[in-house]
Each structure stands twice: as structure tokens, then as C-alpha cells.
């Protein structure tokens, strides 16, 4: 199983700062890892897939890169509604999530 | 507009029955790969089971062969989780899921459902 691990636990970043997350793969998985966003209550929200190409309807402030084994999520400038957990996932052999970074305010 | 509307969750025993029932709309429901994820409360996002657009080809995370089985009637538009001799551990919010590409699982997730909570408890 790829193992997929996500730093830090927990970010606080004030708005309209940068926010960057991290995440590590076990072993390469190419291109082939998305990002999504989880507000409480709701179901996960792609945001990013093939590493670094938005998903319809994501706002330009969400960027990812990486490829092998790191990736980032970087979100330019956090609007209020940005303040969630992530969870990157590898989709290169089966499906495993990263246990999530929690973005809060500071 | 897509929409995936999950029911049949509900609070069960060890080793009772349950089955999860998804709806979907707003897509050629055929053309989809359709998957179950589920989510233990407070926790992570696992993967539970696959199914091919024509039903073709199916699988399962280890944790629940031979207990779960996944299903779907495109004439309904429906994908169906039936998950016997539940455990303790089984106790999630269950999402299901479509691949974001037609025909295909080598894609990411790119719409979800709202959720059914299963609770197992004695």
C-alpha cells in the first residue's frame, strides 16, 4: 500500500496570507495524486488533480506542483472560506489519502 | 447539475446487515466508474470498493472482502454498498463517489454524495 503523508497536522495562517501544504508519498506516484478540500459536514471537494491542474470551478488562488514522491498545495492569498482540512490522495495504484492538514485561523 | 444522494444508514450491531443505496443524477450514470469511501468519525478518507461502469470488474480494499459487496442497476441509476457481519470498526460516514473520467479508474474523485453514517454498536 502507498502510504501518503501530510505536514504539518495543523497550519494557522491569517487571511490573505500564503498557506503552503505538504504531502509524501511512500513511493512515486508519477503525476497521479489530487487534493481536496473537507469543510465540516460536507462531503471533500476536489480542488486539484494530475498534481497540478485545477478542477472546474476552483478559484486561481489554489496552485499545486510535485511530482515522484512530494507535492504541495499552496493557496496564495486565504479567503475566510478557505479554512477547512485538505487531504491529498494518490490514484496510481488503488487509492490512499493523506491523514489531512487542518487550516485554521491565526 | 451532478448529485449522488446516499440512504439506508442507520445504527446496527456487530455482525448485522446494512445496505447503503446511492442515487445519481445530472450524468450519464452509465458511462462511470462508481466507488464507496468512507470516513470514520473525526478520522481520514478510506477507500472501500470499486465498480466498472458495466459492472465488468469489481474490488475492494482488504478490510472488507468477503463482508462487503458493491452493486449497481444503471437503468435505476444506482450503486449500492450491502455490507454484512459489520464490525465495531466499520462505523463511518460512507460517501459514494464517481471516477472523473468517463470509462476509467484511473482518476481521482470528482463528485461525492453528502454521506450515510453506519454505526456499529452493540
Known amino acids: 500500500e502507498i502510504v501518503m503523508t501530510q505536514s504539518p497536522a495543523t497550519l494557522s495562517v491569517s487571511p490573505g496570507e500564503r498557506a503552503t501544504l505538504s504531502c509524501r508519498a511512500s513511493q512515486s506516484v508519477g503525476s497521479n495524486l489530487a487534493w481536496y478540500q473537507q469543510k465540516p459536514g460536507q462531503a471533500p471537494r476536489l480542488l486539484i488533480y494530475?498534481?497540478?491542474t485545477r478542477a472546474t470551478g476552483i478559484p486561481v488562488r489554489f496552485s499545486g506542483s510535485g511530482s515522484g514522491t512530494e507535492f504541495t498545495l499552496t493557496i496564495s492569498s486565504l479567503q475566510s472560506e478557505d479554512f477547512a482540512v485538505y487531504y491529498c490522495q494518490q490514484f496510481d495504484h488503488w487509492y490512499t489519502f493523506g491523514q489531512g492538514t487542518k487550516l485554521e485561523i491565526k | 447539475q451532478v448529485q449522488l444522494v446516499e440512504s439506508g444508514g442507520g445504527l446496527v450491531k456487530p455482525g448485522e446487515s446494512l445496505r447503503l443505496s446511492c442515487a445519481a443524477s445530472g450524468f450519464t450514470f452509465s458511462d462511470y466508474y462508481m466507488s464507496w469511501i468512507r470516513q470514520a468519525p473525526g478520522k481520514g478518507l478510506e477507500w472501500v470498493s470499486y465498480i466498472h461502469s458495466r459492472s465488468a470488474s469489481i474490488y475492494y480494499t482488504d478490510s472488507v472482502k468477503g463482508r462487503f459487496t458493491i452493486s449497481r442497476d444503471n437503468a435505476k441509476n444506482s450503486v449500492y454498498l450491502q455490507m454484512n457481519s459489520l464490525r465495531p470498526e466499520d462505523t463511518a460516514i460512507y460517501y459514494c463517489?464517481?471516477?472523473?473520467?468517463?470509462?476509467?479508474?484511473?482518476?481521482?474523485?470528482?463528485?461525492w454524495g453528502q454521506g450515510a453514517l453506519v454505526t456499529v454498536s452493540s
Open positions: 494530475g498534481a497540478s
Open positions: 463517489a464517481r471516477f472523473a473520467r468517463v470509462y476509467s479508474s484511473d482518476w481521482p474523485f470528482d463528485f
